[in-house]
């Protein structure tokens, strides 16, 4: 599979298609399960405020759940019989999981629309596999572009995709209408796949290769390789604290400046154009540095954003700390997955990437469940913790940085 600039755009259209669906139910979620005029869901009717909340998590959460366990198993298979099949395997997956969630929120199924999320969780690792296919094609000097170019789909993403789904909702009073959009652009991504990425299995012996390998190493195999485990750390504490930070914004945002849902709303696309210029400059400042430099950067910028924000208590300083953290979230997203994608062969890329991905996902669960405990100690105590987990990624990409100078020390 060769580099094109018709295979680059269906790649980052990949992306952003498949993030915008994602997000695009997002701002209904909450009023979804907490509307009791609507009361959608007969097995909610009766139960007070604290069930629907602990219903609403359950559901948020089983999507990234879905991600941690089907993203390897995806991604390994896309090693095997290649990019094109398994894509759109999943984004088959994908839209079936939209329906059964539209069929539950009309007849008010909540165990259906419960399994149709993780099943759609489970099927979307669609970037996954776009960042396997930007490792197929990239020499050493264009991968970090490519990277970074879908970073940035990604976040556009983020950004179209509530912004309509939310917008959609309140003109025409329909809780379902954002997961029928989600369906159609699952639905557009899946001719846009068909038709523009070339269909290229791996040649013989790397299929054979990678038959070999999955079937002497399990699944969480990676986890275990002693070059990749330290890297597989990185990634973990780095999407920690950018889970925690997304998980507790909107929290923040309300406690401090009583913003309501318009201004969540906008706050949300005021992180996200600082995140798709950190995706550019990343992209620049690894052509002249080291990717262990970049990582060091990218979670400084994170550290400073995010220890800094308890401390602003005008809008003016709040947006000081967006543009910090937005750009060295990017810029550390971009950094963490080009250390690991280097680390492996060309054969396994799907597999790292698809364990990347998982590990991303599970940091999310963490996350959570640690947040939820910091937030009984003050809502602050969130974005400090989220901070010196920054600060211990940028600990951990000096050390990568100092060894590997020694080895090549010792190699010369």
């Known amino acids: 599979m060769r580099y094109s600039p ?3 755009w269906a790649i980052c259209l990949t992306v952003l298609l498949s993030v915008a ?11 979804l399960f907490l509307d009791t005029e609507k009361d959608l869901f007969t097995a909610l009717t009766g139960l007070d405020q604290v069930a629907r909340v602990w219903w609403l998590g359950a559901v948020i959460l089983l999507y990234p759940v879905g991600q941690l366990f089907g993203a390897p198993v995806f991604g390994r298979y896309s090693d095997k019989v290649g990019r094109k099949q398994v894509l759109l395997l999943t984004l088959t997956g994908v839209a079936i999981g939209y329906l059964g969630m539209i069929v539950a929120i009309n007849t008010g199924d909540l165990w259906l629309l419960v399994l149709s999320r993780l099943g759609a ?12 296919i930007a490792a197929d094609i990239s020499t050493p000097e264009t991968k970090p572009k490519l990277f970074s170019r879908i970073n940035m789909a990604l976040n556009l993403g983020w950004i179209v995709g509530p912004l309509t789904g939310g917008y959609a909702a309140y003109a025409w009073n329909d809780y379902s209408l954002p997961f029928i959009f989600g369906m159609m652009l699952v639905l557009v991504n899946l001719v846009m796949v068909a038709v523009w990425l070339p269909g290229i299995k791996p040649n013989a012996a790397e299929q054979q290769a990678a038959s070999v390998r999955q079937q002497e190493s399990s699944r969480w195999a990676l986890l275990m390789d002693s070059k990749l485990a330290p890297l597989f750390m990185l990634t973990l504490f780095s999407y920690m604290a950018i889970s925690m930070y997304f998980s507790y914004f909107n929290v923040y945002t309300i406690d401090v400046f009583s913003f309501g849902p318009r201004e969540i709303a906008w706050s949300a696309v005021c992180i996200s154009i600082p995140m798709m210029f950190g995706s550019w400059l990343g992209a620049r400042l690894k052509a002249r540095m080291k990717t262990s430099v970049l990582g060091m950067i990218g979670h400084g910028l994170m550290a400073g954003g995010m220890l800094s924000l308890p401390l602003m208590t005008t809008l003016e300083g709040f947006a000081v700390t967006l543009l910090f953290t937005g750009v060295g979230m990017t810029i550390s997203e971009l950094a963490t997955s080009l250390v690991v994608s ?11 990437m698809g364990m990347y991905r998982s590990v991303s996902m599970g940091s999310e669960l963490g996350a959570v469940a640690l947040g939820s405990v910091l937030i009984m ?6 974005f400090v913790v989220a901070g010196c987990f920054s600060g211990l990624v940028v ?18």
């Open 377 to 382: 100690l003050g809502i602050h105590w969130v």
């Open 6 to 8: 018709s295979l680059q």
């Open 21 to 31: 669906g994602f997000s695009m139910p997002a701002p209904v979620l909450t009023p």
């Open 121 to 132: 969780g489970f099927f979307n690792s669609n970037v996954a596999i776009a960042q396997a």
């Open 395 to 412: 600990y951990g990409f000096w050390l990568r940085k100092r060894s590997v100078a020694k080895a090549k020390l010792v190699l010369a």
């Open 342 to 352: 280097n680390e492996v062969s060309g054969a396994r890329q799907g597999e790292a």
